[in-house]
C-alpha cells in the first residue's frame, strides 16, 4: 500500500523555466509534508516543509503547495537551475512517532 | 541542522556475513531512525532507535535481522546480519529536529556478493 506517491520517475526542464514536481497521499493522518532533495551517494537533503494546516510555504526559489481536499502537494522551483537537478522525494509524517513515508521520488534534470 | 556522520560509507561484503553501520550525531537528539533504500526505490524506514530501550521496528523488519544499539544521544549502530544479495542498499540514519524536519546522514552503501 503506497500511502505517498510520485507518479512521474522523471522531469527535464529548461533553466530559468518553472519546474512543477507532484505528489499525492492517500493518508488522512498526515500531519506534516516535506520535501527532499537528494544526489547520487549522498543522502537525501531537505528541502522545505509544510504543515497540514497550511495551504502554501515559500522559501526563496521553493514553494510548497498543499491540496488537502485533492490530498496532493506540489513543489515548485523557479526559476530552475541546472545545479537542481537531482531525484526528489516528497515525505509525509505520521502524527505519532515522527517517521516518515517516502514517495518514489522524481527525477528533475535541468537543461542549460 | 544537526551534521551526521556514519561509518562505512561504502562496503563489499560476502554472504552470510554481517557489517555494523556507526551513526554519529554532532548534538544530542532524542529520535534517531535507520532507513534502507534499495537500487532503484524509494526510502522505507527500518526501525526507530530509543535510547535507553529496544527499537522499534517497522512491518517486514526483525530484530534479529537488523539488531540495533542506541547507547547514548549521539550514536546509534545498526547491524545486517547474515547477508543476502537482497541485503545490497544505501542504509540511511537520520535524526529528527526539535521541529517535524529530519535530516539525514550520507549514507552507506552495501553490496552483499
Known amino acids: 500500500d503506497q500511502q505517498v506517491k510520485q507518479n512521474s520517475p522523471s522531469l527535464s526542464v529548461q533553466e530559468g523555466r518553472i519546474s512543477i514536481l507532484n505528489c499525492d497521499y492517500t493518508?488522512?493522518?498526515?500531519?506534516?509534508f516535506l520535501w527532499y532533495k537528494k544526489y547520487p551517494a549522498e543522502g537525501p537533503t531537505f528541502l522545505i516543509s509544510?504543515?497540514?494546516?497550511?495551504d502554501k510555504n515559500e522559501d526563496g526559489r521553493f514553494t510548497v503547495f498543499l491540496n488537502k481536499s485533492a490530498k496532493h502537494l506540489s513543489l515548485h522551483i523557479v526559476p530552475s537551475q541546472p545545479g537542481d537537478s537531482a531525484v526528489y522525494f516528497c515525505?509525509?509524517?505520521?502524527?505519532?512517532?515522527?517517521?516518515?513515508?517516502f514517495g518514489q521520488g522524481t527525477e528533475l534534470s535541468v537543461k542549460p | 541542522s544537526a551534521v551526521i556522520s556514519q561509518k562505512p560509507s561504502r562496503d563489499i561484503c560476502q554472504r552470510g556475513t554481517s557489517l555494523t553501520i556507526q551513526c554519529q550525531v554532532d548534538?544530542?537528539?532524542?529520535?534517531m531512525f535507520w532507513y534502507r533504500q534499495q537500487p532503484g526505490q524509494s526510502l522505507t524506514l527500518i526501525a526507530t532507535?530509543?535510547?535507553?530501550?529496544?527499537?522499534?521496528?517497522e512491518s517486514g523488519f526483525v530484530i534479529d535481522k537488523f539488531p540495533i544499539s542506541r547507547p547514548n544521544l549521539t550514536f546509534s549502530t545498526l547491524t545486517v546480519s547474515n547477508m543476502s544479495p537482497e541485503d545490497s542498499s544505501i542504509y540511511l540514519c537520520?535524526?529528527?529536529?526539535?521541529?517535524?524536519?529530519?535530516?539525514f546522514g550520507p549514507g552507506t552503501r552495501l553490496t552483499v556478493t
Open positions: 532507535a530509543n535510547q535507553g530501550s529496544e527499537a522499534t521496528y
Open positions: 515525505a509525509a509524517r505520521i502524527n505519532q512517532g515522527g517517521k516518515l513515508i
Open positions: 548534538s544530542q537528539v532524542t529520535m
Open positions: 493518508n488522512s493522518m498526515f500531519d506534516y
Open positions: 537520520s535524526v529528527a529536529s526539535t521541529g517535524y524536519e529530519q535530516y
Open positions: 509544510i504543515s497540514s494546516i497550511k
